[in-house]
């Protein structure tokens, strides 16, 4: 009888919440083997990874691609070598089968390939494109470790009942659960309901394992946990961080079910806490796994890029981040003087080139053809343009990435500048609205973030957050001359898009209907812009993108 088969009545298993990086799979591995030493240091029989772990998720049409195939069934073989006299691994990789690529967990056991499980239930909604690379396994049946029967469910597996009561029909004992489940406000709680749900009618325990770090738009927020069999959280990990999770099992001599301890149960964050360290890890991990030396972004002493420019510090120190203020004859004096104070209490290095020039000799080269014409929204975008060149410049002759700071609420109807202020390689709050850019300013005021590299206290002075909005492109100029309120604007936007609410239903509910259909007009109109814009942090359930996909062509009304 070998060690897998022996009967045992107490487990130890490791929830390895790790920050994998879709295509290394060299590094990917390394962090593997480095979770197996720490689980075999702390007596661990089990190390259990996120979904797809060894090649990071989501690994989009990379799956394609043999070679990259090739690597992964050779980083796996060599992982299951090293189980052989430490504990065993359960590993996410993309893994072919008779019927093609299958989204699999595998488990690696004394020096071998103990068992392969199939994700059955693939997304193909929202974010999630598997249909389009991987083939549905089927129902799968319990693997044997140490005589005990894990149940595999692969991430989306756990939001429909099939999978599991297939697996407690089969005899599992315990509910695995490997997943990468980016980051949504709101969405641990989501997550939650369907993993007691599953423990509900299987009256089974469950581990839950996700993923941490940024993958282009996605972040991952981490916060794997442990439920007993009486619904009972008996562990969680940290969220926004790579951690491990310790779970300590024992089996009821009496009633032959199996049981978590109580192990350590970090507490959730609130909302803005939530939206200010998805933004935080999104931006440290676009910028360092693309190599980038740091961020440039234009600081106008507004609200959007003093988030934006704190965001930078706390993702990636100050030595990092360049601020430049580009004043127009437009820029009020408050603007110059919050902007200096924002700089000086994030420590960044920080110029002021004045665009006044270009503008001129923007005037004087259109002149010609613009005579007789009025001065309007075409010289206030060349202000804007003028600026993006600058940053563009800054880029191309020292290296940083140029961080776009646009919200939500402004890539919604358009307020914004094609190749002007919409310049940049990512931007963090492309999915923050207006109303959550004000409350996340507040918050980071009071409250500096677990493992922010920026100062503590005040980031910002509370004029930044208080006074009235403004893009400063023509005397006294205010957003709301353009725009509803945001607490109007807000409230509409995501009606129609997180929503997904028609005009009728909406005034129904009570809002103006000039206003909605003004805001749902300018909503459809600047989709192209939209698709020209630099991806950024994904925050709520309905992000431009990769997400909301709406034709450019579109006369649906």
Request: charged share 25%.
């Amino acid at each position: 009888m070998t060690i897998t088969d022996a009967p045992i009545d107490r487990l130890n298993i490791l929830l390895a919440q790790i920050n994998p990086t879709v295509g290394d799979i060299d590094g990917n591995a390394a962090m593997l083997r480095h979770a197996l030493e720490r689980a075999k240091a702390a007596g661990a029989d089990l190390v259990v990874g996120p979904e797809l772990c060894l090649c990071g998720y989501p690994p989009e049409d990379l799956v394609y691609r043999r070679a990259f195939l090739d690597r992964v069934e050779e980083a796996v073989s060599a992982l299951a070598a090293e189980t052989n006299d430490g504990p065993a691994l359960i590993v996410g990789a993309p893994w072919r089968v008779d019927l093609g690529v299958v989204n699999a967990a595998l488990l690696l056991c004394e020096g071998e390939i103990r068992a392969v499980r199939a994700k059955h239930h693939l997304p193909n909604y929202g974010v999630f494109d598997e249909q389009r690379v991987f083939t549905p396994g089927p129902l799968p049946e319990p693997v044997d470790f140490k005589g005990v029967r894990l149940g595999i469910l692969v991430c989306e597996d756990m939001w429909f009942p099939d999978v599991a009561a297939n697996l407690k029909e089969h005899g599992a004992e315990i509910l695995v659960v490997p997943n990468g489940s980016p980051f949504e406000v709101d969405k641990h709680e989501v997550r939650l309901n369907h993993a007691v749900a599953r423990v509900e009618e299987t009256h089974l325990p469950l581990i839950y394992v996700n993923q941490v770090g940024g993958q282009d738009e996605l972040v991952f927020d981490g916060a794997s946990f442990v439920i007993n069999s009486d619904y009972a959280l008996a562990g969680r990990a940290a969220a926004w961080a790579e951690d491990d999770l310790l779970t300590v099992w024992t089996k009821s001599a009496r009633f032959g079910t199996w049981n978590a301890d109580s192990a350590r149960v970090e507490p959730p964050d609130d909302r803005c806490a939530a939206i200010y360290q998805a933004m935080m890890l999104g931006t440290r991990d676009y910028v360092n796994k693309n190599g980038f030396p740091g961020v440039i972004l234009g600081l106008s002493g507004g609200v959007d890029s003093a988030l934006a420019a704190a965001v930078a510090v706390d993702a990636l120190g100050r030595d990092r981040v360049r601020c430049v203020m580009m004043p127009s004859p437009y820029t009020s004096e408050h603007s110059l003087e919050d902007a200096a104070a924002i700089a000086e209490t994030l420590g960044v290095e920080y110029d002021t080139i004045n665009i006044g020039p270009a503008m001129g000799a923007f005037d004087t080269m259109l002149e010609g053809v613009f005579e007789g014409t009025e001065v309007g929204i075409t010289e206030e975008n060349i202000q804007s343009r003028a600026r993006g060149i600058v940053l563009m410049a800054l880029s191309n002759k020292f290296g940083p990435m140029v961080l776009s700071t646009g919200n939500k609420s402004e890539m919604s109807v358009g307020y914004a500048t094609l190749y002007g202020d919409m310049n940049g390689g990512f931007n963090p709050l492309k999915d923050v609205y207006k109303l959550d850019v004000f409350g996340t300013c507040r918050w980071r005021n009071e409250n500096k973030p677990v493992g922010a590299l920026g100062p503590e206290g005040r980031v910002m002075p509370d004029r930044v957050i208080s006074k009235p909005p403004s893009a400063e492109l023509r005397p006294d100029q205010k957003d709301e001359d353009s725009l509803p309120g945001y607490e109007i604007l807000d409230a509409v936007l995501r009606g129609l898009n997180e929503d997904q609410k028609g005009v009728r239903e909406l005034v129904e509910d009570g809002f103006d209907a000039d206003v909605v259909e003004k805001v749902w007009t300018l909503l459809n109109r600047a989709e192209y812009k939209r698709r020209q814009a630099p991806p950024g942090v994904k925050i709520t359930s309905m992000a431009f993108g990769r997400e909301r996909r709406y034709p450019i062509t579109n006369r649906y009304k």
